[in-house]
């Protein structure tokens, strides 16, 4: 059966000059969404219409809730714009909700795009009301407090939508560029990665494994967790970096307390190949101010002078229970906290360098011997696996 759903957008009704270009990616996504079923998306006057024939609702739904650029869809049954054709369909939806147990108080609003209807916008709505109320004595008319809306638009057809769900916001992806994400088993990564999806960001990930220190359960959880990114971000690509060698360089080359920084330095410097390799315009981590050593603003300010691509750190403001919030809510947690180590906490140390002066700690950074040769047989090794 053929079923419609009316798409509204959210921060792209905001675009002027380029709204365009919004438009036509957010359709693409959706289109790009629904391969494998049949289906048409359609922009008419700012608005976005879903059809398809054999996708059932259950899936609609998963799609477009986590499709950024979408503030809310609605199931929309159309038909001719004569008062009984409306009245039918509206009926429709007051038994759906009825059955559903959304409450009995409904109010019906009426938009008339069409001006040359004879009857004017209330005109519709209130026979529409009363023909609800009359098809259902159990419901009532609460126009301040209703349950549910009956929504009547009438443009080139008639529209009549009532449930709507909520969609995942932002804007689509794609249209800020593309990121790499450094992907760590950890909580905040993926929630980062999310974060920038939602800026409209095409999300590329990377992760850095140190075999034989962290195990095959540590890649598959970090493997889990880019495939519970990956609707997010339409797809996402992971390269796996084999970083042992890179490490031990380190460990032997370094102060202990010292490790951790150039471990993330060579990280991000790394994760700049990968960027420049794939066409991505900015590098993303999980970092937070202040929630390890590593990450306070001279930590930071060391760790970032290695690239020159901005790093965006959506999560730097935010605390630990918040971030463990998004997390949650995306069904990431459970995967985040399976219990293996990864290869920071394996080789952090006892008492990690808390304000790193900038001058000392690049000038070892550079005088590690081999350094650039670990970090290029490193990339050019790295492994590839779309989710
Ligand atoms: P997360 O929960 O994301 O692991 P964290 O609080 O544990 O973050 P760190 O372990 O200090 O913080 O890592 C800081 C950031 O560095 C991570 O958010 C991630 O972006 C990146 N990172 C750390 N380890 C790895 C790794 N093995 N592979 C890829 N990225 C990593
Ligand atoms: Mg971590």
Known sequence: MKELYLIKIGEISLKKGNKKMFERALKNNI???????????????????LETEDCPHEIVSQKLS???????????????????????????????????????????????????????????????????LESCPELSVDVRNPDWIVHVELRERGYVYGYGENGAGGLPVGTAGKGVLLLSGGIDSPVAGYLMGKRGVKLSAVYFHTPPYTSDDALTKVKDLAAGLSPWSGGIKLKIVNFTEVQMLINKSVPPEATTLHTRASMMAIAQKIAEEEGAGALITGEALSQVASQTMESLRFTGSVVDLPVLRPCIGMDKEEIILISRRLNLFETSTRPFDDCCTLFSPVHPLIRPDFKTITEQHREIPELETALTKAFQEKEEISL
């Open 66 to 132: 986590s499709t950024f650029g979408i503030k809310g869809f609605y199931k929309t049954h159309f038909c001719g714009k004569s008062l009984e054709e409306v009245q039918q369909k509206a009926l429709l939806i007051a038994r759906a909700n009825l059955n559903d147990g959304r409450g009995v108080k409904f109010k019906v609003e009426t938009r008339r795009i069409d001006k040359s209807l004879e009857l004017n916008s209330y005109g519709y709505s209130s026979e529409v009301g009363a023909f609800l």
């Open 31 to 49: 289109k790009a969404k629904f391969r494998g079923y049949q289906n048409r998306v359609t922009i008419k006057s700012g608005r976005y219409y």
